[in-house]
């Protein structure tokens, strides 16, 4: 199957900036979506990016370059609730979904 | 607009049992996701369903099965459960077939023990 690898773990101080970056296979990819999931809870949506480039939402904004397999997701001025695991995700094909295995953000005070 | 409910919250059975997992998606929501989230580690896809049929499953015996109701609510049954079948399953919605599933609506999920 398709694969998406990432960091397992970063830690950053509250008010950073911090940046979790995911790459990806090529092979019937679409578009990299960003998830976020506090300890016990449910995924929740973040963004998508179909095309190169930056989208921005808020604290947070997500990148993707085609040509380089690669995408971020970046999150400014961090705050304690932001600790959480925070997972890329691609519909390959649109109708095989891929989730990567998951960076855990550590935010410290 | 209430969001994606699953049922039970959590399950616990012996090996080689049955289990039965419920999912009802968002309103108006048609296509329902289900996935696999072992402790601590990342989100396995299973079955995909879309107006009542199975568009897609992933890398997961078929003893991993499933159906669409007419009403877009979902069941997954697992049968001859194995110990190694413990896990969170998650289900998601999303509005449509095609270019809308990168965005997926999660429902809280059943946590399944086996024994």
């Known amino acids: 199957g398709q694969s998406l690898e990432q960091p397992s773990e970063v830690t950053a101080v509250e008010g950073a900036i911090v940046q979790i970056n995911c790459t990806y296979q090529t092979s019937g990819f679409y578009g990299l979506s960003w998830y976020q999931q506090h300890d016990g809870g449910a995924p929740t949506f973040l963004s998508y990016n179909a095309l190169d480039g930056l989208e921005e939402t808020g604290r947070f904004s997500s990148f993707l370059s085609r040509s380089d397999s690669y995408g971020y997701l970046l999150l400014q001025e961090l705050q304690m609730k932001d600790s959480a695991s925070y997972f890329c995700?691609?519909?390959?094909?649109?109708?095989?979904?891929?989730f990567g295995s998951g960076t855990k953000l550590n935010v410290k005070p | 607009e209430a969001g994606v409910t699953q049922s039970p919250t959590h399950l616990i059975k012996t090996r080689g049992q049955q289990a039965t997992l419920r999912c009802s998606p968002i309103s108006g929501h048609t296509s329902v996701y289900w996935y696999q989230q072992a402790l601590g580690l990342g989100l396995q896809f299973l079955l995909w369903y879309d107006e009542g049929e199975e568009r897609n499953r992933g890398n997961f015996p078929p003893r991993f099965s499933g159906r669409q109701f007419p009403n877009y609510s979902s069941e997954l049954n697992v049968n001859a459960l194995e110990l190694e079948d413990s896990a969170l399953y998650l289900c998601a919605s999303s509005i449509a077939r095609q270019g809308s599933s990168y965005e997926q609506y999660f429902g809280p999920g059943t946590r399944l023990t086996v024994t």
């Open positions: 995700a691609s519909p390959y094909n649109f109708n095989k979904f891929y």
